[in-house]
């Protein structure tokens, strides 16, 4: 049976690069269909998350002119990884399997030809795998790199280079979906599914047109949250240094007391200040430590929902479409 591939593409402020990588998505689903890998209705679901420029307005006119383009419109801007999920959960419905890709053809759509192919031996879940980041700046890759090692020694199973390039089939989605944190890290979650799953390298690209939505200060946030939501880590790692903290003032009173019986004791303002300092900063780390758990905590209980759809291309009938003038 020949599978109904949704290449869903999470979108914000993405007006500059969206022809191209509408363009080369639909060229890149003609060829799989014509070589028979894909049904003939396969379709390409680009979803707006809540952009302030003309992404929307562009692939409502991609959708109205291009069989293959579909869109999602959310109501609000909710992450990238909310709207990703969104669009997963919609693509789903229709789909044999889903590819998820960035829209800035950083990733190498070609690879996606494998994904399917791979999708066919019986694969469920295809990682898209950075064969090496020699665009990445040096900092930026000692800094993965090592985000990966920690990861790693704190037990949560990530794919070392694998963003969120990745084809998953629609047994692996169901159970993907079963996990409902608020606090979503994909990269953490899709490897908890199981199932058959095996890696697809490449190369990566430089961004075709405007600017990354992950500045540094975005990275170190998503690093923080999937380290927070899959561990208790950093709070074992605080009570080891408190204990720590413990043992060094113990060793330290010790001196002072043998000191003072000799005879040699010195008053000394910098040892007292660095001691408070010292001991002042282990507290507070762990109180942050503690309240960004709490924290999550909090926002899981509430339980709201992840995303509101305004508008929804994918899943209306023809007719649906017509009325809204959109065929």
């Not at 075709?208 to 990275?219: D, H, R, V």
């Not at 339980?303 to 899943?315: C, H, K, Q, S, V």
């Amino acid at each position: 049976m020949i599978p109904l591939l949704t290449i869903v593409v999470p979108c914000y402020n993405e007006q500059e690069v969206f022809e191209e990588t509408a363009y080369q998505l639909t060229y890149l689903i003609e060829e799989l269909i014509y070589d028979s890998l894909i049904s003939d209705d396969s379709k390409i679901l680009f979803v707006d998350d809540g952009s302030k420029d003309r992404t929307w307005e562009l692939i409502e006119k991609e959708s109205n002119d291009n069989l293959f383009v579909k869109g999602l419109k959310l109501a609000k801007n909710v992450g990238h990884q909310n709207a990703l999920i969104a669009g997963l959960e919609i693509a789903n419905k229709q789909s044999d399997c889903v590819v998820s890709i960035d829209a800035d053809l950083q990733d190498d759509i070609n690879v996606i030809r494998n994904f399917v192919e791979k999708y066919i031996e019986g694969f469920d879940i295809v990682y898209g795998v950075r064969d090496s980041r020699e665009t990445d700046t040096i900092f930026k890759r000692t800094t993965a790199l090592g985000f990966y090692r920690f990861m790693g020694k704190i037990g949560i199973n990530l794919v070392p280079n694998h963003a969120d390039f990745r084809l998953m089939s629609k047994r692996a989605l169901d159970e993907l979906f079963k996990y409902k944190e608020t606090n979503l890290f994909l990269r953490g979650l899709v490897p908890l599914v199981g199932f058959p799953s095996t890696n697809v390298y490449y190369d990566r690209k430089e961004r075709f047109a405007g600017e990354s939505k992950y500045p540094l200060k975005k990275m170190l946030s998503f690093a923080f949250d999937g380290i927070t939501s899959f561990s208790i880590a950093p709070i074992r790692f605080v009570s080891l240094l408190g204990f720590l903290s413990i043992i060094f003032s113990l060793i330290a009173g010790g001196y002072a007391i043998v000191q003072h019986l000799l005879g040699n004791t010195v008053s000394g303002w910098p040892s007292l200040m660095v001691s408070i300092w010292f001991v002042g900063g282990v507290q507070l780390m762990g109180i942050g430590m503690i309240g960004e758990y709490i924290g999550k905590i909090y926002h899981e209980v509430k339980n709201r929902p992840r995303y509101a759809i305004e508008t929804d291309l994918y899943t209306m009938s023809n007719s649906e479409l017509v009325n809204k003038g959109q065929r």
